[in-house]
């Protein structure tokens, strides 16, 4: 049993016995305990096999051969002994929660008998990363070709090279009884607002969670635990260090989560989705440009194939020149049907993508979409005109790079459609209410800022910023 403040004691033995215990020594094949005794001085090394660089543990070990004197025994030994280890952070520790800790996430903890109720915390730790290449799903025809990796010191060093300011801030918190997973909060001193860094920073220390095993996501759904039924995004994540490291310039926070490729920006606002790297990557004219079209063509998803229904229920009244929007051949099942039906077939054949092995995976997709459309054409399940605008509807859905908005437009577009069906007129009305209304009360993660921000409360100059490549005022 350890004592009653869970701390080393001065006797070494002790500890020993204590450590193996709580650290569950023989039960787990990857925690290596390591006995040296050098001038009859015991010292034991406790640290998790594959997290650990063995090149500077031997170089420790070779140091070790050479020191004469470990210390008496005495409080306060520990201490100096680490001013003279070679190594580039060590640490002193009596408190056993935090040894243990510290060597579950990779660290060396250095028992010595000439420590007293002390020990060395010794960070020789490497993790596991690939390679920082350009992310999948938020690539740019022009810029850097890096990305966030799972290894958290990784990610923040990509944010530090390109922020050389020593108001650059990076705070720690760890988070998850279990877990304890590694929370890293960037922002920069005299930019961001203070007193909402230490809102966030007071929130997330009081969170009360077992694990964050999902990265971002736990965090995400941990800070947002109400408003499950609003499907608005909650959270902004960017996979980009041009693109945090941008924001925070701007007066943003960051959240870097240890195991997760994607970095989390607060305050979030729906307007900021539709912002993207390659804007700025281009002249302003152009970035200008790119950002109205992404703007018209993705609003337009939302609102192409219910609008398109209720002029099909108004056929009768509508102009000459609007004639060629009526299907000459409609098909066997109401237009109405046909669409959801579309709806559902597009997700199951993302979803069969996404299960398909890469080799195989681009030309099962193009296949398998041109083989359907044109046998449910032909077989009277579905109409020319109906193909056409879900194609588009689901191609223009990755104008902006998030999944979540895009499925969120997508509920939408079946609500709105569904109260067009049921209401004509009315129901078309209806559903743009409903979504302004969800995006009105979409509460986020954060919870700063309004989430129609710079709409509601309006801000010009903001709104401007969002829509054109303007240069900010300094």
């Known amino acids: 049993m ?45 640290y998790i096999d594959g997290f650990v660089k063995a090149e500077l543990l031997q170089k420790l070990m070779i140091y070790l051969m050479s020191v004469k004197d470990f210390g008496t025994g005495k409080k306060g030994d520990a201490e100096k002994f680490s001013k003279t280890v070679p190594s580039v952070e060590v640490d002193v520790a009596d408190k056993i929660e935090d040894i243990v800790t510290a060597v579950m996430a990779g660290c060396t903890a250095y028992f010595c008998e000439g420590f007293g109720p002390d020990c060395l915390i010794i960070d020789a730790r490497t993790y596991p990363a690939r390679e920082a290449s350009e992310p999948e ?40 009884r279990k877990s304890r997973t590694d929370i890293a909060i960037c922002y920069m001193d005299g930019v961001a607002d203070k007193k909402y860094v230490a809102e966030l920073t007071e929130k997330l220390k009081e969170l009360d969670t077992d694990a964050i095993v999902l990265g971002h996501r736990s965090v995400a759904e941990t800070l947002a635990h109400k ?9 902004r994540a960017t996979e980009r260090p041009d693109a945090a490291a941008a924001s925070i310039l701007e007066g943003a926070v960051a959240l870097v989560c240890d195991n997760s490729p994607e970095v989390m920006l607060f305050p979030v606002s729906l307007f900021s989705f539709l912002q993207e790297t390659d804007d700025f990557y281009f002249p302003p ?26 002029l099909l229920l108004h056929e009768a009244s509508l102009p000459d020149w609007l004639l060629f929007i009526v299907p000459k051949n409609p098909g066997q099942i109401p237009i109405i049907a046909q669409l959801f039906l579309t709806e559902f077939v597009l997700d199951g054949l993302k979803l069969a993508s996404l299960n398909t092995p890469n080799a195989l995976s681009s030309s099962l997709s193009v296949v398998g979409g041109l083989l359907l459309g044109d046998f449910a054409v032909q077989t009277g399940w579905l109409c020319s005109d109906t193909i056409l605008y879900m194609a588009f509807v689901s191609i223009a859905n990755f104008t902006q790079s998030s999944y979540e908005l895009g499925y969120t437009f997508k509920f939408i577009r079946m609500i709105t459609l569904l109260l067009t069906a049921l209401f004509s007129f009315y129901g078309f009305i209806a559903g743009i209410i409903i979504a302004v209304i969800m995006a009105a009360i979409n509460k986020t993660a954060d919870g700063k800022r309004r989430y129609l921000y710079p709409l509601i409360p309006f801000n010009g100059e903001a709104m401007a910023r969002l829509l054109f490549r303007l240069k900010k005022r300094h």
């Open 2 to 46: 350890q004592n009653e403040k869970g701390k080393l004691v001065a006797d070494f033995d002790r500890n020993i016995e204590i450590f193996d215990k709580v650290i569950r020594y023989g039960e787990s094949f990857d925690i290596i305990k390591r006995t040296l005794t050098i001038n009859n001085v015991r010292n034991v090394m406790y």
């Open 285 to 310: 004219f152009t970035g200008t440009y790119l950002r109205l079209v992404r703007h018209a063509v993705f609003w337009l998803t939302v609102f192409i194939t219910p609008l398109w229904y209720l």
């Open 137 to 176: 799903n938020d690539k740019v025809m022009r810029g850097s070709r890096d990305g966030f990796v799972e290894t958290l010191l990784f990610n923040t060093a990509m944010i530090r090279r390109r922020i050389r300011d020593p108001r650059f801030t990076v705070k720690y918190v760890g988070l998850g």
């Open 227 to 235: 408003g499950w039924y609003n499907p608005f995004p909650k959270v």
